[in-house]
T-cell receptor, first 113, second 114 residues
Framework: LAKTTQPISMDSYEGQEVNITCSHN???????ITWYQQFPSQGPRFIIQ???TKVTNEVASLFIPADRKSSTLSLPRVSLSDTAVYYC??????????????FGRGTSLIVHP | DAGVTQSPTHLIKTRGQQVTLRCSPK?????VSWYQQALGQGPQFIFQ???????QRGNFPDRFSGHQFPNYSSELNVNALLLGDSALYLC?????????????FGSGTRLTVV
């Protein structure tokens, strides 16, 4: 199973761009990279998903280099409401069945005024 | 459009008791997965149900069992509760197909075992 490593915590200020990098050295060919956001006492919320290169949606961008051994979640112009735990995970298809998201410990992002 | 609904939101049980947690998936979703999240940890995969059968299972003992109904809703049952079972239990649903789609999570059930 592809293990992910990401910083335990990060601090930023309102209006700044935040980049959270995750390493997944043994990612498999059919694995996808997904990022979730979680607020206290709530379930994780899907942010973005990608396989390679760059993916962008209305809230974030995801950069994946050619070797796919790492990925970077980019949050433009963060606000206080972006304070949350961010999980990088590899969605693994273990047996030709469905993809099971496997979570690590996540990165606790604190945005300061 | 209703998202994933879980009940109850909070629950207190005594060690040794049994508990049933319930989940209604997002409209249009047919696959339900259950996760356990201890304080300060990431969610840990318990099992996944599809077509009323357990399709995948994580590293959890047989005390953890589940069920999926024809309307795709699901239950998580935990027998012989231990203090260590205290956690936030999350239900996630995903749409038809087996692709790596983003899961939709409910807000969870906070279980406290005393």
């Amino acid at each position: 199973l592809a293990k992910t490593t990401q910083p335990i915590s990060m601090d930023s200020y309102e209006g700044q761009e935040v980049n959270i990098t995750c390493s997944h050295n043994n990612i498999a060919t059919n694995d996808y990279i997904t990022w979730y956001q979680q607020f206290p006492s709530q379930g994780p919320r899907f942010i973005i998903q990608g396989y390679k290169t760059k993916v962008t949606n209305e809230v974030a961008s995801l950069f994946i280099p050619a070797d796919r051994k790492s990925s970077t979640l980019s949050l433009p112009r963060v606000s206080l409401s972006d304070t949350a735990v961010y999980y990088c995970l590899v969605s693994r298809d273990p047996s030709g069945g469905s993809y099971i998201p496997t979570f690590g410990r996540g990165t606790s992002l604190i945005v300061h005024p | 459009d209703a998202g994933v609904t879980q009940s109850p939101t909070h629950l207190i049980k005594t060690r040794g008791q049994q508990v049933t947690l319930r989940c209604s998936p997002k409209s249009g979703h047919d696959t339900v997965s259950w996760y356990q999240q201890a304080l300060g940890q990431g969610p840990q995969f318990i099992f996944q149900y599809y077509e009323e059968e357990e399709r995948q299972r994580g590293n959890f003992p047989d005390r953890f069992s589940g069920h999926q109904f024809p309307n795709y809703s699901s239950e998580l049952n935990v027998n012989a509760l231990l203090l260590g079972d205290s956690a936030l239990y999350l239900c996630a649903s995903s749409p038809p197909g087996q692709g790596p789609y983003g899961y939709t999570f409910g807000s969870g059930t906070r279980l406290t075992v005393v």
